[in-house]
């Protein structure tokens, strides 16, 4: 299976990418920050051409994980209009333009499954963040419509809302003895998630091991979204 993996350079998206190629997927990375020697194409997902030129490149492509995006910190008052909205360029319409990319270049008759990595702020809002908590939450109502049109095409579109993972975007907050006491005491399984726990649920979504799922956002969490307390 031919897989395209966005924002693999780094984080969860390089950890998909190196998962799905020890599994012996066919794996495309792309990021905004291309680099050879990691296997890493540039591909700026926002931007209409660029998914273009990148199908054009790469011929027949079954599978996608739209896992770029970006998580700025700042209250409402205090983010400007051009942060907000590349939050929605990024987070949403990449996400947007990958599933209409897939959605017109498979092959007729060829089954396929995307995957859309929303998060738990899809569903539990945070202070600080009321621009990336809208983009994910996107994400995730995104992928339900997706699925119904996906459908007829043989397409599956599901997401996964990860909890608090350990990857180059949490590493501030990681680094903070109070953080990671207060994620640790927030988390039932008591501890910060690894990002290969997040490539197996990829992988699991990509296969045929997940044929009757569409429309599905998995909240790989450690039961943080089920904690009412």
């Not at 997902?45 to 996608?64: A, H, I």
């Not at 859309?116 to 539990?124: E, G, H, K, Q, R």
């Not at 608090?164 to 501030?172: D, V």
């Not at 006491?181 to 997040?198: A, H, M, T, Y």
């Amino acid at each position: 299976m031919r897989v395209i993996v966005t924002g693999g350079a780094s984080g969860i998206g390089k950890e998909i990418s190196d998962y799905l190629r020890s599994e012996t997927y066919d794996v495309i990375s792309v990021d905004i920050h291309d680099n050879a020697t990691a296997n890493v194409s540039k591909l700026d997902v926002g931007n209409e051409k660029s998914w273009e030129d990148l199908f054009r490149r790469t011929g027949p492509v079954q599978g996608l994980v739209n896992c770029a995006g970006i998580r700025k910190r700042s209250v409402i008052e205090e983010t400007s209009l051009k942060e907000f909205e590349e939050h929605l360029r990024i987070n949403v319409t990449g996400t947007w333009l990958g599933i209409r990319a897939l959605f017109k270049n498979l092959k007729n008759g060829e089954s396929g499954s995307i995957v859309n990595i929303a998060s738990v702020n899809a569903l539990i809002a945070v202070p600080g963040q009321a621009h990336y908590v809208a983009s994910k939450g996107a994400v995730a109502a995104l992928t339900k419509a997706a699925a119904i049109e996906g459908a007829e095409k043989k397409i599956r579109v599901n997401a996964i809302a990860p909890g608090a993972i350990r990857t180059p975007m949490t590493a501030e907050r990681l680094n903070d003895p109070d953080q990671v006491s207060w994620l640790e005491g927030r988390v039932p399984l008591g501890r910060v998630g690894e990002p290969v726990e997040i490539a197996s649920v990829a992988k699991f979504l990509l296969s045929s091991d997940s044929s009757y799922i569409t429309g599905t956002t998995i909240y790989a969490d450690g039961g943080w979204t089920s904690n009412g307390v």
